[in-house]
């Protein structure tokens, strides 16, 4: 094993790649540096700042007052922007290269949206500012909120959730209101197998109990098992289309029309219109409530600024229950926050509020600068696209690699397929330890739960021709070797910074907590 100078294991030389390489005196690995843990690199005695003797005075904290320093890290300056900048050039990201985590969307993000998140008149506001002094701003929120109405077919749109899965709340909640309205207690959600682990936990946060429905064949909800469990105990069914395996499920006006038949509500995980916006109004398939991923569909940031963003259109049976608070426009064209459910607000049945204040503001300015510099025909086109890329993707692979439901006709935004025919003992893992190597970000493994070693493949439609006939390049070599049996790619990634890292153990066990610094002793 080779050591850095901390005494870190940098990487075995089990493998033919990194045995090649010389081993280095600092342990970097020319411009790519090794980099211990900032305790380590921490002298308690040296800040970035130099700050005089503070006067002796008694203290009136009765006794309370720390005894000893927190332990914190000591580093000048330029160490402490070095730290930071070595670490962040070990992360990966979507400005580097292909990123094709399914579901995840990642797709470009234009910098004209970063631009107009960053005019003054946009980032510099604050939530409580009066309302009368940012007009502007709510306009934006009025303008964005009409457009995802309009691309989705809805009725009204919640704009205040902070994420997909905050969105499936603020979508249960009104599906809840509207039946306590109604005075029924149903106590189940259904969700297909196939669903993102987000649905049915939104359900049981919300109290429900929740049930499987089973899928077909060929990916889809299994609309006869559906029928037949719908019931007067059944408050709604929860159901990502297009959905996980990446398919558009087709049943959906039938599913909705049997849900409500039967006195349920249709939630349409909604995290992979990226594939359908500008072609499919979720409205017209019956759907009641879906929450919109602004930082995927819409190419805002993943966690920009704090979470992404998830608004949730609703139908006009669950509008009057939309949570506040929310802008309304008045009849002299001004905005104005609705913010109470008192009877002389617009808007007595709100179920409550999702989070303090409006929204994402940094997301929706993003959002709309996105929407409006593609127009409605770009964004048809991103749709158009982004299928398109999937396919492309799965038709260069599925000679080597099972597509589970490669025959039931073309995907949708994402391909799927699963470890059948790896050579004995090799997984899905090898495959994206493997694609590591090659310089790509892994796909989304083990998910759809439906597939076994599940491999989902989102390339987006911001990816080009080149980029997409490397990475299948890349992606035939890795599970060429991974059929051969080549044992070296079980060691892999061989040349990234840190080595195969034991994931369930790092997941089951974290630590969090550096324990070893000695603490300096009181100072007196
Ligand atoms: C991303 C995603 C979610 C959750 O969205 P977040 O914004 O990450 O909370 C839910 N369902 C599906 C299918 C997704 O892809």
Redesign the pocket.
Known sequence: MSMNSEGRVTRPETTSAAARAPATFTGNRALMLEEALIFERDDYARTGVDLPDVPHVSSRLGGLERSRPIGLPGLPEPEAVRHYTRLSRQNYAIDLGLFPLG??TMKHNPRLNEKMARLPGFADIHPLAPVDTVQGALAVIDELAAWLVALTGMSAVAMSPK????G?LCGLLAIRAAHDAAGSDRSMILVPESA?G??PATAAFCGYKVENIPATADGRVDLDALVARLGPDVAGVMI?NPN?CGLFERDMKRISDAVHAAGGYVYC?G??FNAIVGRVRPGDLGIDAMHI?L??TFSTPHGGGGP?S?PVVLSAALAPYAPLPFVAKQPDGSFKLVEEETADEDHPGSFGRMAAFHGQMGMFTRALAYILSHGADGLRQVAEDAVLNANYVLRSLDDLLDAPFGDSGPCMHEALFSDDGLAQGFTTLDIAKGLIDEGFHPMTMYFPLVVHGAMLIEPTETEGKATLDQFIGALRSVVGRARAGDEALKAAPALAPRRRLDETAAARKPVLVWKDAPLPEAAE
């Open positions: 579901s995840c994420a997909g899965a905050h499936e993102h987000t649905n990502t996980t995980d995290a992979n991923n930082h995927k992404g998830g």
